[in-house]
């Protein structure tokens, strides 16, 4: 367990596949140190809504079994009703494990964990020469490709430690996480980041921060000579920047529908990002104009810097195969119409908080098929109203 949250067990599916339960809010635990363990109802809430949204956007994530009240009270900014989140994920096995073994442990204790860790999450490295390197090299790439997912929708998760950071690469932890509106490379929303360690454009760094702090827990475990060990290590985060970058652009440059990638197309990313930024342009809406051709925001078909950069990217997607139409083909898999946007995501949960259940049931539809358009959900395209996000602040809710 941790200051909230307890594993209750292991539990083998029908088709043999092994998940963690866990309870998260349900009072204090031997890891709480100050905290009282508990939860409020609206803060598991957002755990459940958020970990839907990310599971229906194809990001790897724990799932909420259930969300159920306490009948007692929570003390945090005000007084709230208490609730407990089930959640189930692949392991709740972190980045903070390993950590807390090699400060806490024998080496023989972190090899037992990195052995267990292997036979249960990659089974397929029990045939490396060097397990300690290759299980690395591995959650490195699993980090990579879920920052890479968390950039695409524009998720920030607001406070990734390295307890908070799942050696099997799924999203956990919703606490102060959310969904960016305009685009801000230095967006924060969490209440407790206030120097901007984990805002939307650090969090492959943070990543790789994190990835560090697993290198150094499995050490002695590369090679016994010390030395040695943390020149095989450098090696591998030698690549990280490369090749954190190619999978950057690489999906970027499927949100704007390019088919055969060229290096120099990374500047007509770049382009838009700077045009987005300077504009305050929603971040979401800005793909999704490019994938309808405009006909759906108006306000962005009459900016004239995007216009011109329109004008280039009509040029290069032209080369595609069937030019705009294989564009649109491959946006559509990468570019949400919908995402949880902030000001709908209070609504709901403040009316859910107090009893009423229909603006969270009809956001939790709508985030169900977040890559549709429907009419009927238009009024959940639009960004909150100017002004709502100068003060909007999200919390972890201990």
Known sequence: GDGRAIVLGEQITNDNKRFDIQLKGGGRTPYSRG????ATLKVMLREYLMSEAMHYLQIPTSRSLAVYTTGEHVYRQSLHLGAVVVRVMQSHIRIGTFEFASYMCQKEDVQALLNYTIERLFPHLKEKPNQALAFLEEVM?????????????????GVMNTDNVAICGETFDYGPCSFMNTYNPKTVYSSIDV?????????????????????????????????????????????????????????????????????EDRYLVDELLLIMK????????????????FTLFEDLHSNAALQAWVVKWQD?????????????????LYNPVFIPRNHNVEKALGDASLGNFDAFNSLLQVLKEPYSYNTENEG?????????EDTYQTFCGT
């Open 35 to 38: 905290g009282d363990g508990n």
């Open 141 to 157: 790439a699993l980090q990579i490709q879920l920052i890479t997912n968390w950039m695409r929708v524009g998720f920030i998760h």
């Open 195 to 263: 120097n901007g360690r984990y805002a939307f454009a650090n969090q492959p760094q943070i990543a790789k921060w994190n990835l560090a702090k697993l290198a150094q827990a499995i050490l002695p475990l590369i090679d016994d000579n010390e030395k040695t060990a943390v020149e095989i290590a450098q090696k591998c985060f030698d690549n990280y920047d490369k090749t954190w970058f190619d999978a950057y652009y690489n999906m970027m440059l499927n949100k704007i529908g390019i088919e055969s990638k060229k290096l």
């Open 278 to 293: 300077d504009h305050q342009l929603d971040y979401t809406n800005t793909f999704l104009s490019l994938q309808d051709s």
């Open 316 to 332: 290069r997607v032209s080369e595609n195969v069937s030019g705009l139409a294989t564009a649109v083909s491959i946006m559509k």
């Open 380 to 388: 959940f395209l639009h960004p909150p109203a100017t002004g709502f």
